[in-house]
């Protein structure tokens, strides 16, 4: 189907308030990687601001935003879902803090955003950023710790960007409790949050996601997979990438319902 289609769709959808029934016993975990003046059509990494903010206004209108540890709260005291979001952001590009944190502030929005502990305050180039020729800038501790200060979440996601669905024993242990020591040690607070690299089905083995339990962090997020129902998992946490791809927040809320229709089906 076209996206405009989609978008038309998703519009009549939330307009009806169909989607409170979608919704309902659902939360949805989104995820960022770039917010940034521009963004190319081909970047499926990079959402312009525009449009960061345009679905920002988007969420708070169709859903309860919510901040991630909130919904994990909701699965450990076996409470039901009611069309929560949490937003998300990975790895720690400097955009976030310069041009996604401030929308988000000016929308009084919480977030949460997975670093990549050894890549902060560096100038480490990325294999798919150098593959598309670009270098994008990662945070600095300082940054990281102001938006902890300004009452963001912030989440480990390893030290190196190691695939979980690869390495094992000692190396893992090290990029899963070690990210979780790096951020505790720079924001001098607890950190349990946690989401894998890569994000697809095959990058995280179970006995990783097991490590990931013991290492003391009360959460673990895919970055594929769509919507989460009540009475799931925290380690077993879904999330929606948000791209260029989506013409519109409509089409946003076109997919993440029949996500749900389809989970029902
Ligand atoms: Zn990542």
């Known amino acids: 189907m076209r996206r405009k ?18 919704l309902r016993d659902a939360a949805v975990i989104v995820a960022f990687h770039r917010v940034q003046e521009t963004a190319a059509p081909d970047d499926s990494l990079t959402v312009d601001v525009e449009m960061f903010e345009q679905f920002c206004r988007y969420f708070s209108r169709h859903f309860k935003v919510v901040s991630l540890s909130r919904i994990v709260q909701k699965l450990e005291q076996g409470e039901r879902f009611k069309g929560e979001l949490a937003i998300t952001f990975d790895d720690g590009y400097r955009d976030n803090f310069e041009t996604a944190a401030p929308v988000l502030e000016k929308l009084s929005l919480p977030a949460t955003f997975f670093i990549v502990t050894k890549s902060i305050g560096t100038d480490l180039l990325p294999r798919w950023d150098a593959e598309r020729g670009v270098r994008h800038p990662w945070m600095t501790w300082q940054e990281v710790r102001a938006l902890h200060r300004k009452g963001f979440d912030i989440g480990a996601h390893t030290r190196t960007h190691a695939d979980l669905g690869r390495i094992s024993g000692e190396e893992a242990q090290r990029e899963i409790l070690g990210s979780r020591r790096d951020l505790e040690d720079s924001l001098g607070a607890a950190v349990d949050l946690f989401a894998y690299p890569y994000g697809g089905p095959s990058h995280l083995s179970e006995d ?19 919507i989460n129902l009540s009475g799931g998992s925290p380690f077993r946490f879904q999330r929606v990438p948000i791209s260029a791809w989506y013409a519109s927040p409509h089409q946003f809320g076109f997919e993440v319902a029949v996500d749900r229709s389809l989970v029902n089906a």
């Open 5 to 22: 289609v989609k978008g038309l769709l998703g519009q009549t959808l939330f307009a009806s308030r169909l989607s409170a029934v979608l």
């Open 208 to 226: 990783n996601r097991e490590r990931i339990k013991k290492a003391g962090f009360r959460c673990c997020c895919s970055c594929h997979g769509g």
